[in-house]
């Protein structure tokens, strides 16, 4: 399969008053052409930011490029003008974000705000923009488009704002979609919708999807490959079923933990990983996990855990990977139940 | 809509009574009375006016045929100034005061937004610095002050402009800027800090992952959200430029309303503050109003409230 994204060794800081936020460390993944890419962590593990900064969206100051390259098309996204990401943004590289409350603006019509990049980067007319935004706004799903390109955000409910946000975002037949947690901000019933659209649309129109969230359900639903994040670093890498199935690194083995199992008794607690993330103003200089690692071992409080190659697919930056750590199996709580994870969805 | 504005007057009708109430009230505890002066009249003669003027009357009679002329816009004949009605009064001096409080407006609103705009895009950088000093210096100094300081620079120093009166557009420049400082830097103050939230919103960032530049994204996507608050502003800030002009007024030798009405209340010129505290008010109520209906324009939310309300 052909690359179409590679993000090498990104390294992203933040100044604020106190410190120096590092929020991205060192991270590396790479997305192929029509695939759909989960990255999965919690609250600021550094997957928007990651996002974000393909992009080129971080507003700098206070954001510092530190290092690393994010190579698409050949050419390296960190080392483009302004005017340059401009010509990329919206055309070939497009995203969607979390709250489709607010991501829309509030006194500009849906079909405006459709049409925009349609007259930016594909030279359209405002008349052909119109009839191009009531054909993407059929293709996800709305209802009346033509009564409903003329209205404004508000008159939208949750859901179909959210379907109007990725009609915006495919309205160039970008061939990247980024979507920082599309489903987060919407009720479940919605968020399998939402889901459903982006998988057909995908198929519809081979859009390699990077998709950010802290939904292992949605992941399963519909990534392919998925990296895990943790403390500005990406810990583990693999297809879907490698990391619900075989997962190596003890912070997915507490993720896949903390999911509520449809089999599991009612009085019974919800498993949750304890402690709290790191401060990224001063991050450990070994693994990010250690300090809630239940397996942690001396050496990984001092020294970061290079990468194990687990299959072609599958790399885990994990000490107990070591071939004179002890063995460790995977714990019973992080145990998919038995049939595939694709199906049970 | 319809049945929206209709609501409207309605309220506007109530607002009006009540201030009318209000000021007859606070007009007959003040102490004195339009014929009190330094020389004593007799008393035979200020019976006499007492009576020609209704004065004499039971109180709540007086104020039953306040209202029912008030309702008719006419508010009688001036005790002070021999034969002129009231209405005379206005419309004579109305126009001093509509063209200064209008250029005023305009000033403010122009320079306190362009202000603004620029201290938010280029927030925490030597233009926001600057742009917020003039801001401070603007609200703080007060516009007696601001007026004579222009007088002493561009009429005295310069010879550049006229010092005082009203006789053509050049003798309205300065009285107008004096009276536009205040405004111009709350609206600033205003917009800047509005620009700022509108800046970091979501929807910006949407409208920038579209790949639309700088400048696209702040005039179209950012101005019109972050101007809602100046909007609201507005009516305020008509009556703060109404009320405030009659100091400006004062200095520059202006006979408009606001001088009248300052002018009134201290002959206890009552049928005078009457007249123009009502007129004020229609004023400052149907220019809310006004305010309310841009708003309206400006933001599509509010559209449909106000049509749900109509119901």
Redesign the interface.
């Known amino acids: 399969m052909k690359k179409i994204l590679e993000v090498n060794d990104l390294s992203i800081s933040f100044d604020t008053y106190n410190a120096e936020v590092k929020a991205v460390r060192g991270v590396t993944f790479h997305l192929n052409e029509k695939e759909t890419l989960a990255i999965v962590g919690e609250s600021g593990s550094g997957k928007s930011v990651t996002a974000q900064s393909i992009?080129q969206?971080i507003p700098m100051p206070p954001g510092k490029f530190v290092g690393g390259s994010i190579i698409f098309n050949g050419e390296d996204l960190t080392q483009k003008s302004?005017?340059q990401?401009?010509?990329?943004?919206?055309?070939e590289i497009?995203?969607i974000?979390?709250?489709p409350m607010?991501?829309?603006?509030?006194?500009?019509t849906i079909g405006k705000?459709i049409a925009?990049?349609l007259i930016?980067?594909q030279n359209m007319s405002k008349k052909a923009a119109h009839q191009r935004g009531v054909e993407l706004l059929k293709l996800v799903g709305i209802p009346n488009p033509d009564v409903r390109i003329n209205q404004?955000p508000?008159?939208y409910s949750g859901g179909m704002r959210q379907r109007a946000?990725i009609a915006?975002?495919l309205a160039c037949n970008p061939k990247i979609l980024i979507a920082d947690e599309p489903t987060t901000a919407l009720d479940v019933t919605i968020q399998a919708q939402i889901l459903d659209l982006m998988r057909d649309l995908q198929q519809k129109t081979g859009t390699a999807i990077i998709m950010i969230t802290h939904d292992l359900g949605v992941v399963a639903n519909i990534a392919h490959r998925v990296a895990v994040m943790y403390g500005g670093k990406v810990v583990e890498t693999g297809t879907v079923d490698e990391i619900f199935y075989n997962p190596r690194h003890p912070y997915t083995w507490g993720l896949l933990g903390s999911m509520p199992k449809l089999d599991q008794n009612k009085d019974e607690e919800l498993q949750a990983i304890p402690g709290s993330p790191p401060d990224l103003a001063n991050p450990p200089k070994g693994c990010p996990f250690v300090a809630r690692c239940p397996y942690a071992m001396k050496v990984c409080k001092d020294h970061m855990p290079e990468y194990t190659k687990l299959s072609d697919t599958q790399k885990t930056a994990c000490w107990l990977l070591d071939e004179r750590a002890p063995k460790v199996d995977i714990p019973e709580t992080a145990v998919v139940g038995g049939t595939k994870v694709h199906d049970s969805f | 809509m319809a049945r929206y504005l209709l609501k409207k007057l309605g309220s506007i009708v109530v607002s009006l009574f009540i201030i009318i109430t209000i000021t007859f009230i606070l007009m007959k505890i003040a102490p004195g009375g339009p014929f009190t002066s330094e020389r004593k009249t007799s008393p035979a003669i200020e019976k006499q006016m007492m009576e020609a003027y209704g004065l004499n009357d039971p109180i709540h009679k007086q104020y039953i045929d306040y209202l029912i002329k008030a309702a008719k816009f006419d508010f009688g004949p001036s005790f002070k100034y021999d034969g002129q009605e009231v209405t005379d009064i206005i419309k004579r001096s109305l126009p001093y005061s509509l063209i200064l409080g209008a250029e005023a407006i305009l000033i403010a609103l122009a320079f306190g937004v362009l202000l603004g705009v620029i201290a938010a895009i280029r927030h925490n950088k030597f233009a926001d610095y600057t742009a917020m000093v003039i801001a401070v210096l603007g609200i703080s100094v007060p516009s007696f002050i601001m007026a004579t300081i222009l007088q002493y620079i561009f009429a005295i120093k310069l010879q550049a402009l006229p010092i005082a009166r009203f006789e053509s557009f050049a003798h309205t420049i300065l009285p107008a800027i004096a009276l536009a400082t205040t405004p111009l830097a709350f609206i600033a103050r205003l917009m800047r800090s509005s620009m700022l939230e509108v800046m970091s919103?979501?929807?910006i960032?949407?409208?920038?992952?579209?790949?639309?530049?700088?400048r696209v994204v702040t005039y179209?996507?950012a101005l019109?959200?972050a101007m809602l608050p100046v909007v609201s502003y507005l009516g305020p800030l008509v009556v703060s430029v109404l009320t405030g002009s009659f100091v400006i007024e004062k200095i520059f030798g202006i006979p408009g309303l606001g001088n009248e009405f300052v002018v009134s209340v201290t002959n206890r010129d009552y049928t005078v503050i009457m007249g123009t505290t009502v007129f004020f008010s229609v004023l400052l109520l149907v220019s809310i109003l006004v305010v309310d209906l841009i708003y309206g324009l400006?933001?599509?939310?509010i559209k449909?409230t106000s049509k749900e309300a109509g119901k």
């Not at chain 1, 607010?102 to 500009?108: D, Q």
């Not at chain 2, 960032?205 to 700088?214: C, D, P, Q």
Request: hydrophobic share 30%.
């Open positions: 992009m969206l302004e005017k990401m401009e010509n990329i943004r919206g055309k497009s995203m974000f979390q709250d607010t991501s829309l603006n509030p006194t500009m705000q925009e990049s930016k980067h404004y508000h008159q946000m915006i975002a | 919103a979501d929807y960032k949407t409208a920038k992952s579209k790949g639309l530049s700088e179209r996507h019109r959200n400006i933001d599509p939310r449909v």
